[in-house]
Nanobody, 124 residues
Framework: QLQFVESGGGLVQPGGSLRLSCAAS????????IAWFRRAPGKEQEQVSC????????YYIHSVKGRFTIDRDNVRNVVYLQMNSLKIEDTADYYC?????????????????WGQGTQVTVSS
């Protein structure tokens, strides 16, 4: 059975940190580009970050550059999103998604597998 499970969300104060994890079972993440998306209330879904499969090239939206780091552990079959210096506007449900390609895609519908999401709330 193919599964993609996120964890690590929670409530954190502005300036705090969280590390999201995305664990795959039933398929090998090594052959997939992996992206983190987020959906905030009243806002469109956006791709926060992506890591390619071939060279591990990383991409970030401007608003998280320098604060978020995506990486992957192909042995453990897990992808992480380290989020530092969190801001209130980072509050959202975060989803990981896998695209069977060497390269990241900006198109949501090209991601074949999606996790169930993990909630991140940044609030004082």
């Amino acid at each position: 059975q193919l599964q993609f499970v996120e964890s690590g969300g929670g409530l954190v104060q502005p300036g705090g940190s969280l590390r999201l994890s995305c664990a795959a079972s039933g398929f090998t993440l090594q052959y997939y580009a992996i992206a983190w998306f987020r959906r905030a209330p009243g806002k469109e879904q956006e791709q926060v970050s992506c890591i390619s499969s071939m060279y591990g090239t990383t991409y970030y939206i401007h608003s998280v550059k320098g604060r978020f780091t995506i990486d992957r552990d192909n042995v453990r079959n897990v992808v992480y999103l380290q989020m530092n210096s969190l801001k209130i506007e980072d509050t959202a449900d975060y989803y990981c998604a896998a695209h069977k390609s060497n390269y990241c895609s900006v198109y949501d519908n090209e991601y074949e597998f999606w996790g169930q999401g993990t909630q991140v709330t940044v609030s004082s």
